[in-house]
């Protein structure tokens, strides 16, 4: 017990040391909400993100509420985990390479009662950071050549409390009900380096956003013999406007030169999108689980900034698999969990009225277990391309590693003394 304990300290404080971090340094952030986070914990990313259908005992599923009916009838469970990426951006010509780390999520699960499981945490939604700039030279006055710099930083995140019951022996509902909040800042600097007469000019806008989120889930599981089990997992969340406070402040010259600041609220719309996905999972003698998803967002009747033409439906496909040799086995190595996954995903981003970029990924990983417990130390490893629609867009490519451990401890049971 001491020993798990200490290790859940470890995972709390490197949640914070991440979580303090910049998250991303993709230029597609400046469009919408940013990065959209993944679903699933460290076990599903391995899996190619694959989280609608799967149902499990020892692991947490928030991508599905219905999956927590599950949980074993003894098990207090602990989540938690953080990524390391290194990111390559470039243009065709010139290259970049950025390194970022980040808080992942924090999560737990428990038994209320016979069908009954509750689960409830911290989650991130999207994540923004970006800092770019170009220049230019004034086709009269070559000494008004001047250079722009965007900027931006900050994200999206939501706590949660869900529960999972048993409605009948193979169907499961549930619903995760979310406080939803964050900040997300923007500014772009105009500056005239060879004309010190011109003062420069920067312009921001802050957002903060407070809303609810909801997510309401499905599950279905139908044995086949003794061997065979396949379920049949669905995911809804509807959309709605999102409550937000909108400052946008310009300020002429800098601190050196005197300046000059207007600072008004906006009256602004954002729109979190109505969300559908679909998961489908086939488990053989305990040992084999094979699944796939399919997640439809339909962002382009979602606002952002009064525009009710920012986005693109998001789509995404992904598929995934698990291999456990042996649930009986004495050995160590018998219990290892071993990953493997792909995706495809049509990002939510637009640039000059089409979709911005296309996104491909293969995912890998395994789950140790931790001797003496029920615990798992699970890995993740992605890499990801996000392909520009046309060549003046960028390309990114990125390879990602997730970290996580899930505590299964055994807290719900009567002890006997003789």
């Given amino acids: 017990m001491k020993y798990t304990l200490g290790l859940m300290m470890m995972v709390w404080m490197l949640c914070g040391t991440a979580g303090a971090q910049n998250n991303t340094n993709s230029p597609y952030t400046r469009y919408g909400f940013g990065e959209l986070a993944d679903y699933g914990s460290a076990n599903s990313r391995a899996m190619g993100g694959v989280a609608f259908a799967l149902r499990d005992k020892y692991h947490i599923n928030t991508a599905n509420p219905a999956s927590y009916s599950a949980v ?12 390391l990426q290194k990111t390559n951006v470039s243009n065709g010509t010139i290259k970049m390479n950025v390194n970022n780390s980040s808080f992942d999520y924090i999560t737990m699960q428990f038994r209320a009662r016979k069908g009954l499981g509750i689960s409830l945490g911290l989650l991130p939604y999207s994540n923004v950071g970006y800092q770019l700039g170009k220049s230019g030279d004034d086709a009269v006055n070559a000494d008004n050549a001047n250079a722009v710099t965007y900027y931006g930083e900050g994200g999206l995140h939501q706590a949660y409390i869900g529960a999972g019951l048993v409605l009948w022996k ?36 802050v957002v903060e956003m407070k809303s609810y989120k909801l997510d309401l889930g499905l599950q279905y599981t139908h044995q086949f013999g003794k061997r065979h089990e396949a379920t049949l997992g669905v995911v809804f969340s509807p959309g709605h406007e999102l409550s937000n406070t909108t400052q946008v402040t310009t300020q002429k010259g800098n601190s050196s030169t005197g300046y000059t600041i207007s600072t008004r609220d906006s009256i602004a719309t954002y729109d979190l999108p109505t969300s559908l996905g679909v998961g489908v999972a086939y488990r053989y003698d305990q040992k084999w689980t094979v699944s796939a998803d399919v997640l439809w967002q339909q962002w382009s009747k979602s606002s952002y900034m009064n525009n009710g033409d920012a986005y693109c439906d998001r789509v995404r496909v992904g598929i995934g698999a698990e291999y456990l040799p042996n649930v009986m086995g004495r050995s160590y190595l018998s219990h ?53 629609k046309k060549d003046s867009f960028l390309d990114e490519k990125t390879f990602r590693l997730c970290i996580g451990v899930t505590f299964n401890e055994r807290w719900f049971f009567k002890r006997k003394v003789d």
Avoid: C, H, M
């Fill in 170 to 205: 193979n169907l499961s509902v549930g619903a995760n009900i979310s406080y939803f909040w964050g900040d997300i800042t923007r500014s772009v600097s105009e500056s005239f380096p060879s004309n010190s007469s011109i003062l420069p000019l920067t312009r921001s806008e």
């Fill in 72 to 83: 074993d009838s003894l098990t207090f469970i602990f989540d938690g985990g953080i990524s």
């Fill in 336 to 388: 290892v969990k071993y990953r493997l996954g792909a995706y495809l995903s049509k990002p939510y981003y637009k640039i000059g009225n089409q979709r911005a970029a296309d996104e491909y990924g293969l995912t890998a990983g395994f789950g140790l277990p931790i001797p003496r417990t029920r615990s798992y130390l699970n890995f993740s490893a992605q890499y990801v391309k996000l392909s520009g």
